[in-house]
DNA sequence: ATGCCTCAGCTCCTGAGA
């Protein structure tokens, strides 16, 4: 017996602003698994009650103002992990854990501000973690979801605006062939499994009326391992919560499972 | 044009995001 699974990433830019529209996302859509970043708040502060009395079961990961990672679902995640193991950081990025046999990392990557800077640097090193220990993740769990906040495109066809940012943030081909080479551990971006309309994106920038123009980016993604893929049944971007009146500059990213019972 | 929005915080400006 097999049962559709919903896993889900949203970058909500803020927990404080966004819990209500999150809590109306979840009660909208049948979501099992929900990872979240930039909750941008301590530990202390999270809203566990709220999201318990939702259904949902949360771990979560945090720090004042800047980041912050949270894993929702509606059965308890188990050997939860907070950040990458043996790769230092000061910031709250990353929450891993079990949730029905499946493997769950909720990431959020660093910007990386722009190329050459120390930020950039930085997020070429913290890539190389990641996929040093994804690797390790994978070779323990078969059935593997890394979902969250990449910052990267893969091509041209994730960009608005592919010559005028050729090279730019989140464009450069140092960027892409980290995260082609995650890809290479057995990895699928599930999105792409399937048919999607051109200029497809996640995130808009707030100014300029970027979303009405559809001037976007996919950075946001659902990577699936090799066991999973053939257990894909869809992978949408779901724009609807941009009709908030304060939405986040990211839109949701679901993915539905056919997964065993 | 080093900013156009939005958010947090050592809050009436700044840093950061992407």
């Known amino acids: 017996m097999n049962k559709a699974m919903k896993f889900a990433t949203w970058n909500v830019n803020s927990l404080t602003v966004r819990l209500p529209q999150v809590l109306d996302w979840l009660q909208a859509n049948s979501v099992d698994v929900l990872v979240l970043q930039e909750t941008k708040m301590t530990d202390d502060k999270f809203p566990a009650d709220a999201f318990l009395a939702a259904g949902y079961q949360a771990q979560w990961f945090g720090q004042k103002t800047y980041n912050g990672v949270a894993l929702l679902s509606r059965t308890p995640a188990a050997d939860v992990l907070k950040n990458i193991p043996e790769f230092a950081d000061d910031m709250a990025r990353v929450i891993c854990g079990t949730v029905g046999g499946t493997r769950v ?155 065993p019972l």
């Not at 993604?221 to 724009?239: G, Y």
């Open 105 to 259: 990392i909720g990431a959020y990557f660093p910007n990386g501000q722009e190329p050459g800077s120390d930020k950039f640097e930085y997020k070429m090193q913290w890539l190389k973690g990641l996929r040093a220990w994804v690797k390790r993740e994978l070779e323990q769990h078969p059935q593997l979801v890394l979902m969250g906040d990449y910052n990267i495109t893969f091509d041209d066809d994730d960009v608005w605006d592919p010559e005028g940012m050729r090279e730019q943030i989140h464009c450069t081909e140092d960027e892409r062939y980290h995260l082609r080479a995650l890809v290479a551990l057995g990895l699928h971006d599930s999105y792409r499994l399937f048919a999607q309309a051109p200029k497809s994106y996640s995130w808009w920038d707030y100014r300029d009326a970027a979303f009405r123009r559809n001037r976007g980016l996919r950075i946001d993604h659902i990577l699936i391992s090799n066991a999973l893929k053939p257990l894909a049944r869809a992978c949408q971007i779901d724009k609807t919560p941009r009709k908030n009146e304060r939405p986040s500059d990211h839109a949701p990213v679901v993915l539905e499972l056919d997964l």
